[in-house]
């Protein structure tokens, strides 16, 4: 969380000293900004939803009501949701 707030901090010093220059681009890039957030979270609720497929098809293939196979499939799709998170992580500058 440390790394988040530094994150923050950054970037409104970043905002702060653009605002001074160019009002509009401030707002473009506000609102760029707030795009990205909401892409993160969605990636965030994505991972979290194939994490709890994940959980039900290992149990399904515990009890043997389908083939590891699709628990395989389920881990697949959780890997591509973290990845899909990853590439939208908003570097600190």
Request: hydrophobic share 40%.
């Amino acid at each position: 969380m440390r790394w988040r707030s530094r994150m923050l901090r950054s970037q409104k010093r970043n905002l702060d000293a653009l605002a001074l220059k160019s009002p509009q681009k401030t707002k473009e890039l506000y609102y760029a900004l707030l795009g990205l957030e909401a892409r993160k979270r969605a990636s965030l609720a994505s991972t979290i939803a194939a994490e709890e497929r994940l959980k039900e098809r290992k149990d399904e293939t515990e009890t043997g009501t389908i083939l590891e196979v699709r628990a395989m499939q389920a881990k697949a799709a959780l890997l591509e949701s973290k990845q899909a998170a990853l590439t939208i992580d908003i570097p600190d500058r």
